[in-house]
């Protein structure tokens, strides 16, 4: 650790916990965006940041009708930032929601896929392909054989579910120094990162970097 990271921890620890809250959720939901695959779900920011949206939702709504002047400008205040957290958690939703939505038995078939959604996602996936096929079998499975109606067939080492592109490009910035050389499988190609530096690469090769917060997706 050299002494840029050092002032950066005294920096970060001198925020308030808003303040991070923000900087991190608009991180995420960058990323979200940005990432072929759903990222883990993040359960302690999240519910951080709906406690502190119904909190202020909450005093706006006792406080509404105040005559004094500057109660009402503390509740603009109030609101406005109330709806840049929501603005940042509706569009997160949609991101996330957007990928299960198109790979929905992706990340229901798979341990490590299931594991990254939250239990609301999770619930609203599995509704979501429980009416798909039984529209399915419904409209043409049912008129096919039976070893022909299954949805998540494998037969003959061909997978018929439909998996994102993991070897998308995106735009990466390394925050820190990335420890081990960055692989790109398929080639004979390696790299390192330094702090600041920004890259376009496949994403298979920063997916770990990255959850482990060594570097941001642009």
């Known amino acids: 650790m050299d002494i840029d990271d050092i002032l950066a921890d005294l920096h970060r620890d001198a925020e308030p916990i808003e303040t991070q809250d923000l900087r991190e959720l608009t991180r995420l939901w960058i990323a979200e965006r940005s990432a072929p695959e759903i990222l883990p779900w ?3 920011l999240m519910d951080r940041v709906t406690g502190r949206i119904r909190g202020q ?3 706006i709504e006792e406080q509404t009708g105040d005559t004094d002047p500057k109660t009402n400008f503390r509740l603009i205040i109030i609101q406005t930032e109330l709806e840049r957290f929501k603005f940042l958690v509706r569009s ?3 991101a996330r929601l957007v990928k299960i939505d198109k790979y929905p038995l992706h990340y229901l078939t798979q341990p490590t896929q299931r594991s990254k959604l939250s239990p609301s996602e999770l619930q609203y996936s599995t509704t979501h392909q429980a009416f798909l096929s039984n529209h399915y079998h419904a409209s043409f499975l049912s008129q096919l054989p039976a070893n022909l109606q299954k949805l998540d067939d494998n037969a003959g080492g061909i997978s018929m579910v439909e998996a994102p592109d993991v070897d998308r490009a995106v735009f ?12 790109v499988e398929g080639t004979d190609m390696d790299f390192e ?4 530096q920004i890259f376009v690469v496949r994403w298979s090769a ?6 482990r917060g060594e570097v941001e997706v642009l």
Do not use: F, N, Q
């Open 172 to 183: 990466v910035r390394a925050l820190k120094d990335v420890t081990e050389p960055i692989v």
């Open 92 to 94: 997160y939703l949609r």
């Open 193 to 196: 990162m330094r702090m600041g």
């Open 206 to 211: 920063v997916r770990e970097v990255l959850l």
């Open 42 to 44: 993040p359960e302690a």
């Open 57 to 59: 939702i909450e005093l």
